[in-house]
């Protein structure tokens, strides 16, 4: 092999954005979380154009297409809503036996994790933490630091994302600060 004909990836890396070929940058403010905060009178008071998360994504393939695969980079901005850390909208999937890896780059969050019955449990977000998603499990993440949680997720292109659900039943248990320490409440 010829070295001097490699060619440039499509795809790059800088740092905290993902750039390149068929990448899609979305972002959620506070305005379009309505409902998932368990302090409705706090979540009124506070701007809502402020930016909560934004997400790039790398989308190789049409979605639903078999065998393919999605790559997503994350930066979950800090701040709370009352004593609830800012979070993900949070998901199942469509196709519900399909994983996810989350990986996180920089930051302090927590992945929530909700089964099929409700039941909840969260694991500790830090730089080169790697957590599996199985199938059947909606997730969300929250930021319990003072500095953007940057994380990575890579998933079946088939999966699609089933934010209905979360949207009329909410998770089980919501994520708070109290005396300073992170407590999951019913």
Not at 34 to 42: N, R
Not at 83 to 95: A, C, L, S
Not at 131 to 147: E, K, L, M, T
Request: include cysteine; aromatic fraction near 10%.
């Amino acid at each position: 092999m010829n070295l001097h004909n490699l060619r440039m990836p499509s795809l790059y890396f800088p740092g905290n954005c993902l750039m390149g070929e068929k990448v899609v940058k979305s972002i959620r403010t506070l305005g379009e979380l309505s409902g998932i905060f368990l302090d409705a009178e706090a979540y009124a008071a506070l701007p809502a154009e402020t930016l909560v998360y934004e997400v790039h994504s790398h989308l190789s393939v049409d979605e639903g297409t078999p065998g393919g695969l999605y790559f997503g980079l994350t930066k979950l901005y800090p701040g709370k809503v009352g004593e609830e850390y800012f979070m993900t909208k949070g998901h199942f999937h469509r196709q519900a036996d399909r994983a996810e890896y989350y990986w996180c780059l920089g930051g302090e969050g927590i992945l929530l994790l909700m089964d099929a019955r409700r039941e909840m449990q969260g694991e500790k977000m830090f730089s080169g933490s790697l957590h599996y998603i199985p199938g059947g499990v909606a997730h969300r993440v929250a930021n319990v630091g003072s500095q953007p949680l940057l994380f990575a997720a890579a998933w079946p292109s088939d999966a699609g994302h089933d934010y209905e659900t979360i949207a009329a039943d909410g998770f089980s248990a919501h994520l708070l600060e109290i005396d300073g320490m992170s407590q999951l409440c019913s």
